[in-house]
């Protein structure tokens, strides 16, 4: 599939039935223990915060997705993450994941087609609501990194992340408790949590397109 029927296509499957929740959990962390309560990443509640998810072409006209990696002096220090932050107070939900992509990786919001959004995942431990947006972009953009805040910019092949071959599971363990968490292995940094939760519902739709 070529990128321009892409595009036609991943704009009326964002308009219809998301997968929601379900492909969201495919990702997420399972504590070891029985009795620990997972929280509700559904909730309507917590302050309300933008990723963007930058989709691009390659030469190949395969689609690419643009990540981050955190520097180790701010929020989620040192993890794979999309574009984004919390809102401003009264700043809409896409002007906050258009701006903060500007600022961490210099992407021209010009250059950038909205095509939808996915399912918002709430973080209990930071009390955010991410809102994910869809952006595509004709063309490899050219991105600058903020080096206050992105240590370094990674971009992948959704079709590489649907393959599952990079896929992996691995205990990890905690202060209080361990965990058995899925990610990708794509960095020597693992693609896990709340970004790999997000990429799970966006994985799915791309399922849909291509299959």
Not at 12 to 35: F, I, R, W, Y
Not at 84 to 92: A, I, L, N, Q, V
Not at 100 to 110: G, M, V
Not at 184 to 202: C, F, N, R, Y
Request: proline fraction near 8%; glycine fraction near 6%; hydrophobic fraction near 35%.
């Amino acid at each position: 599939m070529n990128y321009k029927a892409f595009k036609d296509k991943i704009r009326s499957s964002l308009k219809t039935d998301l997968p929601g929740k379900e492909a969201q959990l495919k990702m997420m962390p399972v504590p070891l223990k029985n009795e620990i309560e997972l929280p509700d990443i559904s909730s309507g509640t917590g302050h309300p915060s933008s990723v963007l998810i930058p989709l691009f072409p390659d030469e190949n006209e395969e689609v690419n997705v643009v990540l981050t990696l955190r520097t180790d002096s701010i929020r989620h220090a040192g993890q794979i993450s999309f574009p984004g932050g919390r809102s401003d107070p009264g700043e809409p939900l896409i002007e906050t994941a258009l701006r903060e992509s500007e600022e961490e990786i210099s992407l021209d919001r010009n250059s950038v087609e909205i095509v939808g959004s996915l399912t918002p995942l709430y973080l209990y431990r930071t009390d955010n609501r991410i809102n994910p947006f869809v952006g595509l972009v004709d063309k490899k953009p050219e991105l600058k990194r903020n080096p206050d805040e992105v240590e370094e910019i990674i971009t992948v092949p959704l079709k590489r992340l649907y393959t599952g071959q990079d896929f992996r599971r691995e205990e990890k363990h905690f202060e209080h408790n361990s965990f058995d968490v899925p990610y990708w292995d794509i960095h020597k940094v693992p693609l896990w949590g709340a970004t790999a939760m997000i990429l799970s519902e966006l994985l799915e739709v791309y399922g849909r397109i291509v299959e």
